[in-house]
């Protein structure tokens, strides 16, 4: 239009400074996250015992709610992989709550923002989960 040889070429433009200020204002507003998401693991074969342990889960998230905590509860027929991705997402620390850990009383805690994993008393959970 402007006249000279044909030459190939593309153009962007984007508003920097309203592209920060829009992302600053999602980060703001983003969602907090669940204290805790328990996460019941068991073989799926055995129904009985799944079924047991998904019981022990839903008191043990009622308990923990009656303390004041915010607790997520996973499916029992989740995976541990599947879990750990859910509960990622939701909350800021993960409750194992398997077979070893119901007969034991000790359940399995990991945070997420320092990836430390603890073995934690059932007694000392809402303490635990507090800080």
């Known amino acids: ?23 600053l204002a999602q980060e703001a507003a983003a969602q907090p996250k669940a204290d805790a998401f328990i996460a019941p693991l068991g073989d799926a074969a055995d129904a009985a015992k799944l079924a047991q342990i998904n019981a022990a889960a839903l008191v043990l998230a009622r308990e923990l709610r009656h303390k004041g905590l915010w607790i997520e509860l996973g499916e029992g027929s989740f995976r541990l992989k599947k879990s750990f991705e859910a509960a990622d997402k939701t909350a800021r620390q993960i409750v194992i709550l398997g077979e070893d850990e119901l007969q034991s009383g000790i359940l399995t805690v990991k945070n997420f923002s320092t ?6 008393p059932r007694g000392e959970l809402v303490s635990f989960l507090s800080n």
């Open 115 to 120: 990836g430390i994993q603890t073995k934690v």
């Open 1 to 23: 239009m402007l006249g000279g040889p044909r030459a190939p070429g593309i153009g962007f433009a984007i508003g920097e400074n309203r592209l920060v200020l829009t992302l």
